[in-house]
């Protein structure tokens, strides 16, 4: 379970005041898949980094007592002058992963050859994607971050890629963030409305749909 626990969340610019959350507490389910919905600007993203704890709150406390991941094609973890396999390497050994399993998987799941030996700065964005992927499948969290499912590589790949991820969501949890609805309702069973710094839950997702459409008339 992920409780927020009078967590709130806001950026100050020179005049303003953007408020994220408002002192909210709140639980996200063992056994549920939640999507994230709001209108433009409404926190989003920020509620998942927080979630993966790549953001803190400004007052309060996120726990949980499950393994989350990052969000899913992360790249930004990746320290750009190590190779793709020492960035592998390091990242297995941080989550306690068997080190040759871990990049095993990922050479043969991204394809990138004779480049997993070469500085990751070296990569295109697409290769970059590819890594990220891999790494996010070869090690199982009990609930998937996901911020917008982007198209890797070519339709083969593609499909690799959503083979993969139906095969771990089977034994975990998903919380997503899509602009897509038919997305949504694939993957998710639960929803989250971020409005006015607060979190409004629906157990249907139909209702959190059709609150999202009411608010971004």
Excluded at 45 to 56: E, F, H, K, N, V
Excluded at 104 to 123: C, H, K, M, Q, S
């Amino acid at each position: 379970m992920i409780r927020f626990k009078n967590v709130s969340k806001f950026f100050k610019t020179d005049n303003h005041r953007k408020i994220i959350l408002d002192r909210v507490s709140a639980e996200f389910e063992t056994g549920c898949s939640y999507a994230i919905l709001g209108v433009n600007g409404a926190g989003k993203s920020t509620t998942m980094r927080m979630i993966a704890g790549t953001s803190l709150p400004n007052s309060g406390s996120i726990k949980m007592d499950l393994r989350v991941s990052w969000p899913l094609g992360f790249a930004g973890g990746f320290h750009p002058l190590m190779t793709g396999k020492d960035n592998l390497n390091f990242i297995a050994r941080a989550y306690g992963e068997d080190v040759r399993r871990v990049s095993g998987f990922v050479e043969e799941f991204a394809e990138l050859g004779d480049y997993i030996n070469a500085p990751v700065r070296t990569y295109s964005s697409g290769m970059m994607a590819r890594l990220a992927f891999g790494l996010s499948m070869a090690i199982e969290f009990d609930c998937y971050l996901v911020d917008e499912i982007t198209a890797v590589g070519d339709a083969r790949f593609q499909e690799r890629c959503r083979v993969a991820f139906d095969s771990r969501r089977k034994n975990s949890d998903v919380i997503m963030i899509s602009h897509s609805m038919d997305t949504i309702a694939s993957y998710c069973n639960r929803g989250i409305v971020l409005v006015d710094g607060r979190m409004l839950f629906f157990s249907k997702l139909d209702d959190a749909i059709e609150t999202y459409y009411r608010l971004n008339r």
